[in-house]
Structures are given as C-alpha cells and as structure tokens.
C-alpha cells in the first residue's frame, strides 16, 4: 500500500511538472509586444493609443482626428505584430478651395499655378492635387492676397516663386515643407505681420500648448535642406524679433531680410522698431556664394550657432 501511495506522489508530481512545462512553451510563444501610436499632432477620439499585444496578433489602431487635414495611412502595419513598434500618424492637409493647378503633361506631378482673389483665412496645401504630386508654387500664385492669414504646406513642395505670396499683408504664421530647397524673389515681401515661420517637422510632437507658446513668439525658423533664398525674399517682413538659418544654404540673395520700406518718393524708412537678431546655424562666416548685403540694416547677426541641435530649439 505504502509503495502504490509513493508510485502514485512520484507520478503526481511528474505529472505537474510536465504540466509546468508545458505550461512555460505555451506562454513563451505567446510572447506579447507593446505598440505606441504616435498621432503627430493629431486628436485622440477613441481607443488606446498604448496596447498590448500577443505575438502575431494584430493591434488595434485608434480612432484619431486633426484639424485641417485628413488621415491618410500609419506609417506601418499594425498586424501581425511580432515585435515592439512606433506607429506613426500620416497626415495629408485638405487643401483649401480657391487653389489652381498647372496642367501638366506629365501625369506625375503639377505646381500651383494661382489663387482666387477671395481666398482667406488659414490656407492649407497638401502634397497631392488628383494624385499628382504638387512640387512647387508657380511666381505669384498668392500675390497681394490680404485675407490669408496663415498658410500650411505639406512635404513635397520643392520650391516658391518669385513674389509668390508678396503683398499678403494680414499672413501671420506660414508652415514651410521640410522638402523645400529654394525660396524665390521678393517670395514674402512685405508681409509685415509675419511673424512665424517653421517648418512640418517642428511641428511633430509639438502639443496644442507648444504650438500657442511658439506662436506668441516672433522668430522664422527655416528648415534644414533649404538651399537658395533670393534678392529681398523675406524684405518688409518687420515683424521678426529672432531668424534661423540652417547651414544647408549655399545661395543667400541681396536684402534678403531688408526692412526698409519704401515710400511714395522712393526714399527708404526704417519701419523696424524691434531688435532683431539672426542666427547662423554652424557656419562661421558668410559662404561666398552669398551677397555681401545678404542682411542689408540688421546689426545683431550670431555665427557659428547651435553646434548642438537642442540649443536651437532651446532658443525658442
């Protein structure tokens, strides 16, 4: 009797840990991963942008919104999930009306040809018009718009013309693409109330509170990659307080950030009433392919800025 009652604990136990054992290989191939939806500026409206998951199982995306644009893709896939991932939010602007096109015989791509005269408020450009990829903004196009207040262009954009939004004397904030490389002649002259300008990758991450703390400030930030700005691109914008320029500019035009205005009888007067500074990012002189009058009447110019990236944004 004693010898069956040990048989039977030697089996018993046995049995658990082969139970155990299995138990283990079960659960270590159902391995789970955490995945994080990044909403780029976007709005949670349900769901958790957190999860989870269990290996080979798929996330569960979250319900998100954001104003003046439309949801266009995550940046990667959410099934099938067999590591940790960052999803991101992919954003496209819904592009204001009142925005004509080039008629391009090349099916992939088209520019911004003009505007209507009503055009106003808040202008959003997006980076596709009938699935053509808008790659730049045609000279004039905006020219003497008043009612536009702020502008928002999406990545793709390579290039502003000559006097494209000169004269739009109400625009506040202009959000530059990341992709441009040129700004064209007299570009924004005479914007006098502009006083913001940044570029679509500040803008990820940034909360609501980042972007109303930045806008009360008064500085142009210009992006990395941008190459070549022209004769008196941003002349008469006497709103500045603080200007960034990235090293990445190989072309810098006369007067380019001029505030003398001119009068009736051509004189010149000083409009500006603020001490501005203009900040050089890396570069400890002026390259030679830029103007000797590139800064024309600002006194305060600081070479060789932000050899560390975080002191630019710190400045802000």
Not at 42 to 64: C, F, H, M, W, Y
Not at 160 to 189: M, Q, R, Y
Not at 240 to 258: A, L, Q, R
Request: net charge negative; aromatic share 10%.
């Amino acid at each position: 009797m004693k010898k069956k009652l040990k048989l039977i604990i030697i089996l018993s136990v046995e049995f658990i840990v082969i139970l155990a054992i299995l138990l283990l290989i079960f659960l270590a191939g159902k391995k789970s991963y955490t995945v994080r939806f990044e909403l780029n500026g976007g709005t949670l409206i349900s769901g958790n942008v957190e999860q989870r998951v269990t290996r080979g199982k798929d996330a569960s995306p979250p319900t998100v919104t954001r104003d003046g644009c439309y949801f266009l893709k995550w940046s990667t896939s959410y099934k099938e999930i067999t590591k940790d991932l960052v999803i991101e939010a992919v954003w496209e602007y819904e592009t204001t009306e009142g925005i004509t096109y080039t008629n391009s015989s090349n099916s992939n791509y088209c520019e911004i040809s003009g505007s209507y005269p009503e055009i106003g408020g808040t202008v959003y450009i997006g980076a596709y018009q009938a699935n053509k990829k808008v790659l730049g903004i045609q000279n004039g196009a905006f020219e003497n718009r008043t009612r536009i207040t702020g502008v928002y262009l999406l990545d793709g954009i390579l290039s502003i013309g000559d006097n494209a939004f000169a004269g739009c004397t109400n625009l506040e904030t202009i959000v530059l693409p990341s992709t441009i490389i040129h700004i064209g002649e007299n570009a924004f002259k005479d914007c006098v109330n502009l006083k913001n300008v940044l570029y679509t990758d500040m803008l990820e991450g940034m909360t609501k509170e980042d972007m109303a703390d930045y806008f009360e400030k008064s500085a142009a930030v210009l992006p990395d990659g941008l190459e070549r700005i022209e004769d008196n691109a941003f002349g008469g914008c006497t709103s500045f307080e603080k200007i960034f320029i990235p090293e990445t500019v190989v072309m810098m035009g006369s007067n380019v950030f001029d505030v003398i205005e001119n009068t009736d009888g051509g004189e010149g007067d000083q409009t500006d009433e603020k001490q501005r500074t203009i900040y050089v990012y890396t570069l400890t002189e002026p390259p030679i392919t830029w103007q000797e009058d590139w800064y024309a009447d600002v006194e305060n110019v600081v070479w060789g800025y932000g050899e560390d990236k975080e002191e630019k944004k710190d400045e802000n």
